[in-house]
């Protein structure tokens, strides 16, 4: 198999990513967040977007909150459709696996089978099946966890 890597820049989302963001949300989503909800989104304490770009081209991002430093709780990840499979999702979810301790968790609908698959690609468990958990669609929702194999004081890392 032809393994291709796309290198790219992982940095907090901005105002100015958010034509992109939405572009990229709107193309992968079955019932895609507006802005005004993405913006609510973003305001709530702990939660960040992280954008993955080359250039000045916004290619994906993560949107996860924290509880406490060390779990953090994906709300939503996205590629362009047509970047993906160039491991910039693996980035994304590498860029939250920095923090020493930390434990990360994504609850996924139960027929989104590419993300199952890239979740245990990154080496998440399904640890959970949550029954009716997700809105839409209206399916079950399978809780991925992934646990740092270090254990950490919680001192270092980022917020
Ligand atoms: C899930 C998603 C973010 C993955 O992004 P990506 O950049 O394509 O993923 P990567 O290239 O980093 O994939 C890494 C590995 O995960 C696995 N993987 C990723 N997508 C896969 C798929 N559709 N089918 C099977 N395996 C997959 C593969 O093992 C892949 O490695 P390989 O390409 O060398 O085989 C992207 O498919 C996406 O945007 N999906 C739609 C949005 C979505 O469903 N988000 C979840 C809601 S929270």
Excluded at 97 to 124: C, D, S, W
């Amino acid at each position: 198999m032809t393994m291709t890597f796309i290198k790219v820049h992982i940095r907090w989302c901005v105002r100015r990513d958010m034509p992109d963001v939405l572009a990229i949300e709107k193309a992968s989503s079955v019932a895609p967040c507006s802005e005004e909800a993405f913006l609510a989104i973003n305001r709530e304490r702990h939660t960040i977007t992280k954008v993955a770009e080359i250039g000045d081209r916004t290619l994906g991002f993560v949107t996860y909150r924290l509880h406490g430093k060390l779990h953090a709780e994906i709300l939503n990840i996205a590629v362009d459709p047509v970047m993906r499979r160039n491991q910039i999702g693996l980035q994304l979810i590498d860029s939250l696996k920095r923090v020493p301790g930390r434990k990360i968790e994504a609850i996924i609908g139960e027929h989104n089978t590419g993300t199952h698959l890239f979740f245990q690609a990154m080496e998440f468990k399904a640890v959970k099946v949550l029954r009716r958990h997700l809105v839409e669609p209206d399916e079950d929702g399978y809780l991925f966890r992934w646990e740092s194999p270090d254990a950490d004081d919680g001192s270092s890392g980022e917020p």
